[in-house]
């Protein structure tokens, strides 16, 4: 069964960058869509970007062309590049398989804790 560790939330004031990492262990990544999800207080978690294992990513209106979700299979890691991040950007932010997402059988980490304030 796979586990993924979420890292590089932190502090950030806004308009400033952040990249998270995703990194898995137990199963390789390399035929799994896979999404950085995130939740915001008292918020329903929500999905920011994806990626196919084609390397085909979608984007969330609200972060498209601020951020940038790549992997490397090799590594068994996913990443969310994020520029010009708002206060609205706050959350944490998870990383897990979209198909396990949809399906309702997904199991969630810690996630990392990204906060945007000045």
């Known amino acids: 069964q796979v586990q993924l560790v979420e890292s590089g939330g932190g502090l950030v004031q806004p308009g400033g960058s952040l990249r998270l990492s995703c990194a898995a262990s137990g199963s390789p990544l390399s035929g799994s869509t896979m999404g950085w999800y995130r939740q915001a207080p008292g918020k329903q978690r929500e999905l920011a970007a994806s990626?196919?294992?084609?390397?085909?990513?979608t984007y969330a209106d609200s972060v498209k062309g601020r951020f940038t979700i790549s992997r490397d299979n090799a590594k068994m890691t996913v990443y969310l590049q994020m520029n010009s991040l708002k206060p609205e950007d706050t959350a944490v932010y998870y990383c897990?398989?979209?198909?396990?997402?949809?399906?309702?059988?997904?199991?969630w980490g810690q996630g990392t804790q990204v906060t945007v304030s000045s």
């Open positions: 990626i196919s294992s084609g390397g085909t990513a």
């Open positions: 897990n398989r979209v198909i396990l997402v949809q399906r309702g059988v997904a199991s």
